[in-house]
C-alpha cells in the first residue's frame, strides 16, 4: 500500500479540494440561483451582440433552418 503523508496529499490534491470547498459553500449560501442568473444574463447579451453584429449571416442561417424544418 502506498503511504502518502498530508503534506504530499494537499499538494497532490489542493485543487480539487478548494473546488470542493467552493462548490459546498456555493450550495449551503444558496448562490447557485443568482450565479445561473447571471451566466444567463451574460449569455443572453452575447447572443444579442451576436445578432446584432452579424444581422445578414444570422439571416440566411436562421431562414435556412426554418426551410429544413
Not at 22 to 31: E, N, Q, S
Not at 32 to 57: P, R, S, T
Given at each position: 500500500?502506498?503511504?502518502?503523508?498530508?503534506?504530499?496529499?494537499?499538494?497532490?490534491?489542493k485543487g480539487a479540494m478548494i473546488?470542493?470547498?467552493?462548490?459546498?459553500?456555493?450550495?449551503?449560501?444558496?448562490?447557485?440561483?443568482?450565479?445561473?442568473?447571471?451566466?444567463?444574463?451574460?449569455?443572453?447579451?452575447?447572443?444579442?451582440?451576436?445578432?446584432?453584429?452579424?444581422?445578414?449571416?444570422?439571416?440566411?442561417?436562421?431562414?435556412?433552418?426554418?426551410?429544413?424544418?
Amino acid at each position: 500500500m502506498i503511504k502518502m503523508n498530508v503534506k504530499e496529499f494537499w499538494n497532490n490534491y489542493k485543487g480539487a479540494m478548494i473546488g470542493i470547498m467552493i462548490a459546498i459553500l456555493i450550495l449551503i449560501t444558496r448562490l447557485h440561483d443568482l450565479i445561473l442568473a447571471i451566466v444567463i444574463l451574460v449569455l443572453g447579451a452575447v447572443v444579442g451582440n451576436y445578432v446584432q453584429q452579424n444581422k445578414e449571416e444570422v439571416k440566411t442561417k436562421l431562414k435556412a433552418f426554418i426551410d429544413k424544418m
